[in-house]
């Protein structure tokens, strides 16, 4: 526990600059106020697995002193041409590296998922903001045409006949893709032991959050429309983008448990946990949907213009 508290203070020492850059950014934007979570929930990965390493005994190994070495020549060829997202993963990955030559090879094997989150701490996924945004007025107008409304798209914006409205950041999603890929890392590490079925969810936490965005956007510019832009805007813009933010979350996951995905097994036995073993599926979904809501910010366009 010493030696991994030492390395932890000697990688914020040395890197204080990139750091803080992270952490900056944490606070700065909303988008990955999550980046707070990650080392508490990688600590009680960790605690999870302690009957695990009870028998263990740390041993040091060389191997991770070689990958050390190359992340810290990414690191400095970042900071060469200032490339600071690389720099931000390249001092996580110094980090994990130090832990790992620490520990030892057989306990960092399993430990490879909790220490492996370290990496979402860094804030990455703005260069996604773009192709989102034209992904959504995309899906938006189409299915305002399906659905024989007339509708004007110049770039972002597009008009109706009562009512004009713009696709911002806000309204790319990104808030909502990177919260739920994030927990349903954990998610799935929790609940799967197969890696097929692991990948299978991690690909339904990138994809159902990405269409349902399109809904979103489209069901509140139709209700503007329907209403006369009496409803859609203001306070019933944030409450319908929070409300359907959690129930396509909670959808998710119970997609993933009723849509033949079987809970975790033993690989020794192949039976099923018990229920003091298994982690509530339930509770896991819940807190996951309460804080993916938390965290959302509204995501859907904005209107009328001024």
Known sequence: M???????????????????SIVDIWVRSKTFNLGFFIVPISIWLVWQQKHKLQNLSPRFSWPAIIAAACCGLAWLAADLINVLVVKQFAVVGMLISGYWALLGNHITSKLLFPIGFLFFMVPVGDAWIPPLMEYTATFTVALLRLTSISVYREGFDFTLTKGSWSVIESCSGINSLISTITIGAVYSYLTFTRY??????????IAIPIIANGFRAYLIVLIGHLSNMKFGLGLDHFFMVRSFTSWYCFFCFILALCGGIRPRQKHQNRRLLSRQQLPNAPLYTCCRCCLSSAL????????PHS
């Open 2 to 20: 010493l030696g991994i508290l030492l390395v932890t203070l000697l990688s914020i020492t040395l890197f204080f600059a990139t750091w803080q």
């Open 196 to 205: 097929w079925k692991r990948a299978l969810f991690m690909l339904l936490c």
């Open 296 to 303: 959302s910010i509204p995501s859907g366009p904005q209107g």
